[in-house]
Nanobody, 117 residues
Framework: QVQLVESGGGLVQAGGSLRLSCAAS????????MGWYRQAPGKQRELVAA???????NYADSVKGRFTISRDNAKNTVYLQMNSLKPEDTAIYYC???????????WGQGTQVTVSS
């Protein structure tokens, strides 16, 4: 069974930074592309950053240049470095496969990020 545990969220002022972590178990982590998603109140969950098994990355336009996704296969962990945070980045952040959880079959609890203006 796949388990995803996100951490690192918190309350930060606009312009600040946070680093999120997601520890995965129950999968061969190095064989899987990973993504960070977020869901703001009243909005659909969206993919904001993706990283392939070869560490190629891709970003939503809304976070490009501010967020950086990375992975450590030895630790089965994917990271999201978030800089220059904006109030509109406020959301619960989740990690998962790139098919919105279709392959892994479950979601973690997420980590709340709140950016104050």
């Amino acid at each position: 069974q796949v388990q995803l545990v996100e951490s690192g969220g918190g309350l930060v002022q606009a312009g600040g930074s946070l680093r999120l972590s997601c520890a995965a178990s129950g999968i061969i982590f190095s064989d899987n592309a990973m993504g960070w998603y977020r869901q703001a109140p009243g909005k659909q969950r969206e993919l904001v950053a993706a990283i392939t098994t070869g560490s190629s990355t891709n970003y939503a336009d809304s976070v490009k240049g501010r967020f950086t996704i990375s992975r450590d296969n030895a630790k089965n962990t994917v990271y999201l470095q978030m800089n220059s945070l904006k109030p509109e980045d406020t959301a619960i952040y989740y990690c998962n496969d790139l098919r919105g959880g279709y392959y892994f079959g479950s979601w973690g609890q997420g980590t709340q990020v709140t950016v104050s203006s």
